[in-house]
């Protein structure tokens, strides 16, 4: 199947600094990304849509000015969480679409743990 | 209510049992079925999809779709201690649409 990287696996910052999490496609161009949010026991939230080469689309209640989004090309998308506090502490996974028999399917990144203290 | 249902588990089972894990949907324009496999503090990896109603089988994995009562499930054969892992169900109209996810199901394999 298709492969989705996503650096780094695990980060630990500092409260009021910046962390950018990057996700790249690896076999396939993704003109579409997808990141999402998980907390413990609960299901993928969905962030924010990543379109190549234009502003992000993001979902209800999810700050646009915390979370930055910029797909600059086919195979990379970065979110940067800036001004990080202890509340951002989260699983952040990225996705891409891929065009899989009659549909598209979303093949995931292996996530990143922030950890703001 | 939500629109993707899915018990939480935890789910044990000994080796070698069948599971089935299954999930409700209230949207009628859901069209694709998908099923993850997520282990401790990875990203979901892609077991299965399916199109509309219907079964479809891969080695143990088996994935039924009944849309008239908007009710998926996913059975596995033979279960593995390795198939331990949380199982989330997800679905979409088709296309780029957005993809709703269940909460997943926690399984335990008992050797």
């Known amino acids: 199947g298709a492969v989705v990287s996503q650096h780094p696996s695990r980060v630990i910052c500092k409260s009021g600094t910046s962390v950018k999490i990057e996700c790249r496609s690896l076999?396939?161009?993704?003109?579409?990304m997808f990141w999402y949010r998980q907390f413990p026991k609960q299901s993928l939230m969905l962030m924010a849509t990543?379109?190549?080469?234009?502003?992000?689309?993001?979902e209800q209640g999810v700050e646009k000015d915390k979370f930055l989004i910029n797909h600059a090309s086919l195979t990379l998308s970065t979110l940067t969480v800036t001004s990080a506090h202890p509340e951002d502490s989260s699983f952040y996974i990225c996705?891409?679409?891929?065009?899989?028999?009659?549909?598209?399917?979303?093949?995931f990144g292996q996530g990143t743990r922030l950890t703001v203290v | 209510q939500k629109e993707v249902e899915q018990d939480p588990g935890p789910l044990s089972v000994p080796e070698g049992a069948i599971v089935s894990l299954n999930c409700t949907y209230s949207?009628?324009?859901?069209?694709?079925f998908m099923w993850y496999r997520q282990y401790s503090r990875k990203g979901p990896e892609l077991l299965m999809y399916?199109?509309?109603?219907g079964n479809k089988e891969d080695g143990r994995f088996t994935a039924q779709v009944d849309k008239s009562s908007k009710y998926i499930s996913l059975f596995i054969r033979d279960s593995q201690p390795s198939d331990s892992a949380t199982y989330l169900c997800?679905?979409?109209?088709?296309?780029?649409?957005?993809?709703?996810f269940g909460t997943g199901t926690k399984l335990q394999v008992i050797p």
């Open positions: 949207n009628s324009a859901f069209q694709y």
């Open positions: 996705s891409a679409r891929a065009a899989l028999g009659d549909g598209t399917e979303a093949f």
């Open positions: 997800a679905m979409n109209a088709g296309g780029y649409q957005k993809v709703t």
């Open positions: 399916t199109y509309s109603s």
């Open positions: 990543s379109n190549e080469g234009s502003k992000a689309t993001y």
């Open positions: 076999d396939f161009q993704a003109t579409t």
